[in-house]
């Protein structure tokens, strides 16, 4: 997906093998060792969980996606019972983890990226440089980027593609949207990368592609993408035993952003002021590092995706979970309008 702050990552629209990112620190972080059980909530091509397995650990694994589902039936195959694969949200991990360990588990695993697998497949209209139905959805249900681009009233478009893509342009793109959708809907996702590289244009000092940030945002707000990272948070907490290790690989700054949030809110006392009457002690349920780890120059080299890749890692106190109420207040998150459902 797009790089930090909506910097360049090719592997937003070109095709870039899929490679886990910093695999050897994700594993250091995790320490898994013989008989834990380790989520890993984002299973994609098994990087990850393929690591764990190695290392000794069992493995629930989720991904919404069938197809990944589908593919990763050799490595359930191989790991002689140690691995479940399951189709599902991963924000839904507390439910899936406590109906096989209703006593907890010993590491939660996020990566939160799309799937370059994803993006080389036109049909799933992820890319700008590939031709496909303009769709983006990660799982198969719910509606598509082209019903959000033809249905969004253009004042809440401009405000998804400003919020999540960080789009400086996003009144004139939107604005463009809806003079040519009232000629003819958008279909496929070189129409809409043209329109949009029509009103951004280009200069030769530009990174990336202009379709690049109204893209990525379309895709968060297809799949609801940080909504899905903050349930995930919660949950881990609520899952995980005592010393139990989140670990998350973000790869944009608003990902990274609501991880920091989470962890610096579960791991420290809210600040008081001499002003104000002293701030109510809460339990304290990680302990965490301010500091994220990134990829060596190395790993950038070799893998352009894990430029804008940021490790941070969460251990588990023996404090109780948090109250649901007011439980998601860390994200930030804006209200936007809904999705669009067709007939509306």
Known sequence: ????????????????????????????????ATGQVILDGTFGAGGYT?????????????????????????????AGGRLVLVEGRFSDLGEIVQARHPNGIDGVVLD???????????????????????DMRMGGNGPTAADVVNMLKPGDLARVLGFYGEERQAGRIARAIEARRAERP?????????????????????????????????????????????RA?????????????????????????????????RSSQPSGSRHLPDAATRLLTFTA??????????????????????LRLGVRTDAASREAAGALDFAGLPSLADLPQRGD
């Open 1 to 32: 997906m797009a790089g930090d702050k909506g910097t360049e990552d090719p592997c937003v629209g070109g095709p870039v093998r899929h490679v886990p990112v910093l695999l050897p620190e994700v594993v250091g972080a995790v320490a898994p």
């Open 50 to 78: 393929r690591a764990l397995l190695d290392a000794g650990a069992e493995v629930i694994a989720i991904d919404r996606d069938p197809t990944a589902i589908a593919a990763g039936k050799p490595i359930v195959d191989a």
């Open 112 to 134: 939160i990226g799309v799937s370059s697998m994803q993006i080389d497949q036109a049909e799933r209209g992820f890319s700008f440089q590939k031709d496909g139905p303009l």
């Open 186 to 230: 958008f279909e496929r996702t070189l129409d809409l990368a043209e329109v949009i590289g029509r009103v951004v244009g280009r200069s030769p000092k530009d990174k990336i592609d202009p379709a690049t940030r109204s893209f990525q945002a379309l895709r968060i707000y297809v799949n609801d993408e940080l909504g899905e990272l903050a």
């Open 233 to 265: 948070l919660v949950a881990a907490e609520r899952i995980l035993r005592p010393g139990g290790r989140l670990v998350v690989v973000t790869f944009h700054s608003l990902e990274d952003r609501i991880v920091k949030r989470f962890l610096k809110d």
């Open 289 to 310: 590092s301010n500091k994220a780890v990134a990829a060596t120059e190395a790993e950038a080299e070799r893998n352009p995706r894990a430029r804008s890749a940021k």
